[in-house]
């Protein structure tokens, strides 16, 4: 299989006709990783961080919609459902895609905010799709309730995706920011 790359010329090497060269390329995957609508079991672990950053993202910004007056500082169960059931939605994933970078690949998007490496990124396709299908399988053997709980007590990605997807994983990827509630102490409306 032949890859596109893509040359970005400057300054002066006379191996490639006087000109430097930086290469870019697009990311090595597999027949079965192109053409599969389910994500791919190397990338599960970073599959889970991207969608339990996308639930802490909207699960913070539902709180912070909840009136000071309000005593009870939490979302109900309906908000609590209707975020889950949103969140799953294709178009949510639209921020991400792979990138190869030094023979590894790996995700950037607003879950990984260090991942800066230049370089050629893919998505669409596919990917919003495997998202969508990853995302409604890991809820599937926890409650709502549960699920809230467990961002709450600040332990979202710990308790969803250490156990089962991640596993053995972690040498090589980087520790995820679990997304903390609102405090509801704090004088300060906004975030």
């Not at 006709?17 to 053409?35: A, T």
């Not at 800066?116 to 709502?144: H, I, Q």
């Not at 709980?149 to 596993?167: I, T, V």
Request: charged residues 30%; contains cysteine; proline residues 5%.
């Amino acid at each position: 299989k032949k890859m596109k790359k893509f040359y970005i010329s400057s300054g002066i090497n006379a191996e490639y006709g006087g000109e430097n060269v930086i290469s870019f390329s697009q990311p090595s995957l597999s027949e079965e990783e192109q053409k599969s609508h389910h994500f791919p079991r190397r990338y599960k672990c970073e599959a889970c961080q991207i969608v339990v950053h996308n639930l802490g993202t909207a699960f913070q910004k539902a709180e912070a919609k909840i009136p000071k007056k309000r005593k009870k500082r939490t979302l109900g169960d309906v908000d609590v459902i209707e975020i889950i059931d949103d969140l799953c939605d294709k178009d949510g994933f639209k921020d991400y895609s792979i990138q190869e970078f030094d023979g590894r690949v790996t995700f950037k998007g607003p879950a990984f905010p260090d991942r800066t490496a230049p370089g050629m990124s893919m998505g669409g396709g596919l990917w919003p799709v495997r998202y969508a299908n990853y995302c409604g399988n890991l809820f599937e053997d926890y409650e709502e309730e549960e699920v809230y709980k467990f961002y709450r007590s600040g332990s979202l990605f710990s308790e969803l995706c250490l156990e089962n997807h991640c596993k053995g994983e972690l040498s090589e990827t980087p520790a995820p920011v679990d997304l903390k509630p609102v405090d509801f102490k704090s004088s300060k409306d906004e975030l």
